[in-house]
């Protein structure tokens, strides 16, 4: 056993150490000549005192027993009677803490009797490193597939996404629902005078204005060139409105400094509708649309709700 790469140890039915292999010894920084004979084996894994998995295998304990300490995360051992198996963070082992998974199993004489146990440990925390690393790395991945790389705003794949989802929670749940679609005021008049790059530098201006005035609870998105969107849960027409008129008057007093060190202001139409249940995400859209091709047709720089009987 002391021989054995695993890291193990053993009680009798006292709960006193029998085997501390150097296995454990390693693992724990607590060597065998301390711990053999004591009640002590708590002090490698826990800042007080408390049973281990094989102390609580001597008990007789049941899932509910072993649930008051790992808190469903352990299971019975499909391999060995009376066994339990568990993984958990061990912030005392070392410097920064390890994972371990571990099993106890009982210890039985020729008749039957329980007269020990044994608990063996493996480190799995780089195994967890590896898993979190790739949990980290997809989510990532999602959020760089659904993000525009210019804005940092969603992309249009989300929009549409999260335009039929909303749109189907509003009807469920009865819920107003509103959408804001901005573009840009003149924006290819800008892009033709002082080039594309200071045209990206005016859109990411407008995105960050977007995401100072809307909620946590509302999602932004670029979803074509100089088109923006906002989806607004829980929000009636009326408010929406104030919403946008607010956003508006704030691009349009931002100061834009070019390249050249010019400064410019720039400004955007705004249409905004409510969703009416039932309808098609796509009616619902084009309420928005026509909105915006309103204000640009009064002068710009201002927002045109349109309900959903086709009035301003």
Known sequence: MDRCPIPIFVLNHEHSILHWNRALASLSGHPAEAMIGTQLQ?????????????????EGALEGDVDRFYHGKFRRSQLIEGAFEAEDFFPEIGTEG?????????????EG?????????????????????????EKRYRLLSITDALTGLYNSRHFFSNLQSECERASRYHQPLSLLLLDADNFKQLNDTHGHLEGDHVLQALARVILLCVRSTDSAFRYGGEEFAVLLPGT????????????????????????SSAVIRCTVSVGVSEYQPGEKPSAFMRRADEGIYEAKRLGRNRVVPISHRGED
């Open 236 to 259: 009636s027409l009326d408010a929406a409105t104030q919403l946008a008129n607010r956003l508006c008057e704030m691009f349009a007093s931002t100061p834009l400094q070019l390249s």
């Open 98 to 110: 390890r994972w371990l998974f571990f099993t106890a199993a009982p210890l039985r004489n020729a």
């Open 113 to 137: 009797h329980t007269v020990g146990a044994i608990e063996t440990l493996q480190d799995v925390t780089e195994q967890k490193r590896a898993e979190q690393a790739l949990r980290d790395s």
């Open 42 to 58: 708590w002090q490698a894994f826990y800042p007080s005192a408390r049973p281990t998995l094989a102390d609580l295998i001597l």
